[in-house]
């Protein structure tokens, strides 16, 4: 019999889906350092990361029942929790770096069209808050994030 990972990820998908544990533990394995890495570069620390990483991961396990490859690679999937998570770990820390990155964030996830959206986001955040974010973003270099 085939070990799961030597198993095509189709395979090890329906297996995850179907709630088979190790199956689930193998796409961690396959996924993990990439999942690690996009957090890593948008959190101000390791234990930060890690946090996310445990929050992603508890949440992907949950909701792997919803996954449906017919809409997307599974690392789309992922990536949307764990943006989630981003997310709140932005709003959470309050931080004029954070408040930056979750607006540059916006900024990519959004497109012209989608305006109001980028609006409703940034209601949650105080005048001040955005006076905040407008002065840091001006001051930012081209290309930095």
């Known amino acids: 019999?085939?070990?799961?990972?030597e198993m095509a990820e189709p395979l090890v998908l329906e297996r995850a889906r179907q709630g088979y544990e190790r199956a689930f533990q193998e796409l961690r394995h396959r996924y993990e350092r990439k999942v690690y890495g996009r957090l890593r570069v948008r959190v101000?620390?390791?234990?930060?990361?890690?946090?996310?990483?445990?929050?992603t991961w508890l949440e992907v396990w949950r909701?792997?029942?919803?996954?449906?490859?017919?809409?997307g690679e599974f690392i789309a999937f992922v990536f949307f929790w764990a943006g989630i998570f981003l997310k709140r770990y932005y709003t959470e820390k309050q931080t004029p770096q954070a408040r930056v990155l979750l607006f540059s964030q916006l900024g990519r996830q959004y497109n012209a069209e989608e305006e109001s959206e980028i609006e409703t986001e940034l209601a949650r955040f105080s005048p001040e808050s955005l006076a905040d974010?407008?002065?840091?973003?001006?001051?930012?270099t081209p290309g930095e994030e």
């Open 63 to 71: 909701r792997m029942s919803d996954y449906d490859p017919v809409r």
């Open 44 to 55: 101000e620390n390791d234990m930060d990361a890690d946090d996310l990483m445990q929050r």
């Open 133 to 140: 974010i407008r002065a840091a973003l001006e001051t930012r």
């Open 1 to 5: 019999m085939e070990s799961l990972a």
